[in-house]
T-cell receptor, first 112, second 110 residues
Framework: GAGVSQSPSNKVTEKGKDVELRCDPISGHTALYWYRQSLGQGLEFLIYFQGNSAPDKSGLPSDRFSAERTGGSVSTLTIQRTQQEDSAVYLC??????????FGQGTRLTVV | GEDVEQSLFLSVREGDSSVINCTYTDSSSTYLYWYKQEPGAGLQLLTYIFSNMDMKQDQRLTVLLNKKDKHLSLRIADTQTGDSAIYFCAAQTGANNLFFGTGTRLTVIP
């Protein structure tokens, strides 16, 4: 596709359930980023993939969060045993070096 | 990681110029970006500048880079109500991670 695609656009889940968020980056982009944005807040870095290098997981807030990127393309962010404080918009972006990151529209996660 | 800082709020009158400032800490930052986020929307890449430049102009937008002070600014000429949004500064070194500031909420007063 022409842009970064994220699915689902909205997800409501019960506390304690696991969720998977998907990101389809722009074709050919070697870098992929996950951020989250709580209401009225800035961007919180979660994880960064670059080519075949080991991902930078330094932003993951707890071991309930994990992400993978298969075949250097699609990425899935998994949150296990969701908590109410996980409610936020999860943003994915992809880039080629020096061209800036292009963002998807995000997945709005609500934990009830 | 790198620290990128911005002031949180800016208010300007319609028709005036807006200047949004950003500082970063990594002197080896190669690329510096400005993003715009409108209410309820994702982040839109507005403009960018390479570290070997000190100015870039694109229509109403002017980016100034002071590498010595590690200071970046975005000037919006003839600010319109449609410019009301949150503006994020971001810095990147080579193919490494992209670090964002906290965002500056620009309010344009009619």
């Amino acid at each position: 596709g022409a842009g970064v695609s994220q699915s689902p656009s909205n997800k409501v889940t019960e506390k304690g359930k696991d969720v998977e968020l998907r990101c389809d980056p722009i074709s050919g982009h070697t870098a992929l980023y996950w951020y989250r944005q709580s209401l009225g807040q800035g961007l919180e870095f979660l994880i960064y993939f670059q080519g075949n290098s080991a991902p930078d997981k330094s932003g993951l807030p707890s071991d309930r969060f994990s992400a993978e990127r298969t075949g250097g393309s699609v990425s899935t962010l998994t949150i296990q045993r969701t908590q109410q404080e996980d409610s936020a918009v999860y943003l994915c972006a992809s880039s080629r070096p020096g061209f800036g990151a292009f963002f998807g529209q995000g997945t709005r996660l609500t934990v009830v | 990681g790198e620290d990128v800082e911005q002031s949180l709020f800016l208010s300007v009158r319609e028709g005036d110029s807006s200047v949004i400032n950003c500082t970063y800490t990594d002197s080896s930052s190669t690329y510096l970006y400005w993003y715009k986020q409108e209410p309820g929307a994702g982040l839109q890449l507005l403009t960018y500048i390479f570290s070997n430049m000190d100015m870039k102009q694109d229509q109403r937008l002017t980016v100034l880079l002071n590498k010595k002070d590690k200071h970046l600014s975005l000037r919006i000429a003839d600010t319109q109500t449609g410019d009301s949004a949150i503006y994020f500064c971001a810095a990147q070194t080579g193919a490494n991670n992209l670090f964002f500031g906290t965002g500056t909420r620009l309010t344009v007063i009619p």
